[in-house]
């Protein structure tokens, strides 16, 4: 008999100390993590040099929109995506999470030739850069060229890898309404819309806007501190 009231008592006293306030902080954190604020651990390196495998990068689902938590939802918009965010997305292709920067909105007129992009007829402007911070990252490729692309909306690094098969040139193509093209800041190591096409409005989960944390998985995991909170939106 005393055993089994020990074991009552025992029950309860880990309901209301462990499972209880357990389940409250769930009840509340899953639902803002689902539609307010996310995180997403960035495993490769197609959105190099700009975001590095290892970043942990923190995601504002509220950029454009409100959703009903746990689903695609929209209950209230305010914005759009623009050309230069860097969004997180359902990859149309397999439903995988992506991390890409926005190239081309509907109405744009996008081409490609030999890595050079063209929006709207015009081609971006590019300055090679020798001297850059990220020397002890790049490890894809023997002699990675790393420069800043200028458009209209902005500047921001991107990375070509010579050595590398990849698709660096494709034909003049028109963003439909209510689509987006995407590509990796990586352009010859990434996994994006040239591939898998256009990316659905709806499919568009929020901004990444920031680095929380950030671990060198190529060093032991050694932290990468003077990435810590640091912005994705800086321009070079």
């Known amino acids: 008999m005393k055993n089994s009231t020990r074991l009552k008592n025992a029950a309860r006293c880990f309901w209301l100390e462990w499972i209880r306030p357990a389940l409250v902080i769930a009840a509340i954190v899953f639902p803002l993590k689902s539609a307010v604020a996310d995180w997403n651990w960035v495993p490769s390196g197609s959105m190099k040099p700009t975001i590095l495998e290892g970043d942990l990068v923190l995601v504002n ?45 509907p109405g744009d007129t996008l081409e490609m030739r030999d890595n050079v992009l063209f929006r709207n007829g015009a081609p971006q402007d590019y300055e090679v850069v020798r001297e850059h911070p990220f020397a002890d990252e790049l490890f894809e490729d023997t002699h990675p060229l790393v420069a800043q692309e200028r458009a209209d909306w902005g500047a921001h690094w991107v990375l070509a890898l010579p050595s590398r098969p990849a698709r660096r040139s494709f034909p003049p193509l028109t963003v439909p309404e209510g689509k987006y093209f995407v590509m990796g800041d990586s352009r010859d190591n990434s996994y994006d819309s040239r591939f898998f096409g256009f990316v659905d409005r709806e499919q568009i989960v929020g901004e990444a806007r920031a680095v929380g944390l950030s671990f060198n998985k190529n060093n032991h995991y050694a932290p990468r501190f003077n990435r810590f909170l640091s912005s994705l939106r800086d321009n070079p």
């Open 61 to 105: 689902k509220l950029a454009y929109d409100f959703k009903l938590p746990f689903t695609l939802l929209r209950v209230a918009k305010w914005g759009d995506p623009e050309a230069g965010d860097i969004v997180v997305f359902f990859s149309p292709k397999d439903g995988t999470r992506l991390v890409k920067r926005i190239i081309g909105v």
